[in-house]
């Protein structure tokens, strides 16, 4: 396989421009909310980052909800909105695309495609991102194999657009004391069979806001090269996903566990 070590030895770099980068010896901080909700909030989420020196900001705007009578997320507008905002302030966006006609639109004001876990195997819409030339951030399925999320990344690389991230976020189990079952053996196991970059998501990954934390800094000894969660300024208000969102504070204090942890790996 292409994304395979055996293809390429040399750890796959990926570079957004401004001195932002996702790489291997590398701690990337991608946080923000599940969902876009407002010009208020986004500036709120920014200034916070901006005060943390996070650089890349997460947030839905085409939103897959379990029901579909859900906030299903603010659409391009919400999207337009974000990049004037974040432009400005030098922060990168990471949001996810559900199809193939978003791609188009959504090219001028994205940094990062994200391919939500439930899209995992649209291999349409992978066929269509390996022809943008713009990064993508494949999530692993909900329930998917390591094996099935570095085919999925074959798509996308086969098709030509070699800016590629893995990103770990649970897999369902029988387990239901949490959402999902954050699987950090995928991260040696990804890092060892591939030269892409590997980021952890515990926010889906346990879903309960407490435990987020310890999860991510266990992400990031398993070796991941980044950590992606969520926050918000008032998380039980938050349109969607708000039980595993974590207030500023919080979020303030995990960004710089993150530095101190990984200086130490
Ligand atoms: C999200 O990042 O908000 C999201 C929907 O993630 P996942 O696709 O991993 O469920
Ligand atoms: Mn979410």
């Given at each position: 396989k292409l994304v395979?070590?055996?293809?390429?030895?040399k750890p796959t770099s990926i570079d957004l421009g401004d001195e932002v980068c996702i790489k291997d010896g590398?701690?990337?901080?991608?946080?923000?909310?599940c969902s876009i909700e407002s010009?208020?909030?986004?500036?709120?989420?920014?200034?916070?980052?901006?005060?943390?020196?996070?650089?890349?900001?997460r947030g839905g705007v085409f939103k897959p909800r379990?029901?579909?009578y859900a906030?299903?997320?603010?659409?391009?507008?919400?999207?337009?909105?974000?990049?004037?905002i974040a432009k400005e302030e030098g922060i990168k966006i990471v949001t996810e695309v559900m199809q193939v006609s978003q791609i188009?639109?959504?090219?001028?004001?994205?940094?990062?495609?994200?391919?939500?876990?439930?899209?995992t195997q649209n291999f349409n819409l992978l066929d269509e991102l390996g022809k943008v030339?713009?990064?993508?951030?494949?999530?692993?399925?909900?329930?998917?194999?390591?094996?099935?999320?570095?085919?999925?990344?074959?798509?996308?690389?086969?098709?030509?657009?070699?800016?590629?991230?893995?990103?770990?976020?649970?897999?369902?189990?029988?387990?239901k004391a949490s959402r999902n079952t954050l699987d950090l053996n995928a991260v040696p196991?990804?890092?060892?069979?591939?030269?892409?970059?590997?980021?952890?998501?515990?926010?889906?990954?346990?879903?309960?806001?407490?435990?987020?934390?310890?999860?991510?800094?266990?992400?990031?000894?398993?070796g991941a090269d980044g950590i992606i969660y969520e926050t918000h300024e008032i998380p039980e208000k938050a349109y969607s996903d708000g039980q595993q969102t974590l207030d500023f504070s919080q979020s303030a204090r995990l960004a710089d566990w993150i530095r101190q942890t990984f200086a130490m790996r």
């Open positions: 395979s070590k055996k293809w390429k030895v590398d701690m990337a901080i991608i946080a923000g909310p010009e208020e909030q986004i500036r709120k989420v920014v200034a916070h980052l901006k005060e943390n020196g996070i650089r890349m900001m379990t029901s579909p906030f299903r997320g603010m659409g391009i507008d919400g999207l337009k909105l974000w990049y004037s188009e639109e959504m090219y001028p004001y994205t940094d990062i495609y994200q391919v939500g876990a439930r899209n030339d713009k990064a993508v951030m494949i999530k692993r399925g909900i329930s998917g194999t390591i094996e099935e999320l570095l085919q999925s990344a074959e798509y996308v690389f086969s098709g030509g657009n070699e800016k590629l991230i893995l990103c770990e976020r649970g897999i369902r189990t029988y387990e196991i990804l890092k060892s069979k591939s030269h892409l970059p590997v980021i952890v998501d515990p926010s889906h990954g346990i879903g309960i806001r407490e435990y987020v934390p310890q999860m991510a800094l266990a992400g990031v000894m398993a």
